[in-house]
């Protein structure tokens, strides 16, 4: 069994900050890349970003959000800066692992609310 349980959500005014974390825990080999998915009411998951050897963040985010993990810790990071009022969204975490040599899956978190407004 694999979990992934994040914190790091809550209320905050537009230009504030915020930092997520989440943490994997279980049967765990090998984590590959790991990230962060959100979505606003009404709207599809899209992708924030993501970390292997390399990030990638959406171009919404670009400049203001930056990924980190701690490997040995099993930990993501998702530091939100200079937040706006459309950053309001569940935001999801997300880990790719081989709880096996040979099984390989993505595992979700539960979501945490992120909300920027005044």
């Known amino acids: 069994q694999v979990q992934l349980v994040e914190s790091g959500g809550g209320l905050v005014q537009p230009g504030g900050s915020l930092r997520l974390s989440c943490s994997a825990s279980g049967s765990i080999r090998r984590i590959h890349d790991m990230g962060w998915y959100r979505q606003a009411p009404g709207k599809q998951r899209e992708l924030v970003a993501t970390?292997?050897?390399?990030?990638k963040y959406a171009d919404s985010v670009k400049g203001r959000f930056t990924i980190s993990r701690d490997n040995a810790k099993n930990l993501v990071y998702l530091q939100m800066n200079t937040l706006k009022p459309e950053d309001t969204a569940v935001y999801y975490c997300y880990a790719d692992i081989n709880t096996t040599s040979v099984v390989r899956r993505l595992y979700w978190g539960q979501g945490t609310q992120v909300t920027v407004s005044s």
């Open positions: 970390i292997s050897s390399t990030t």
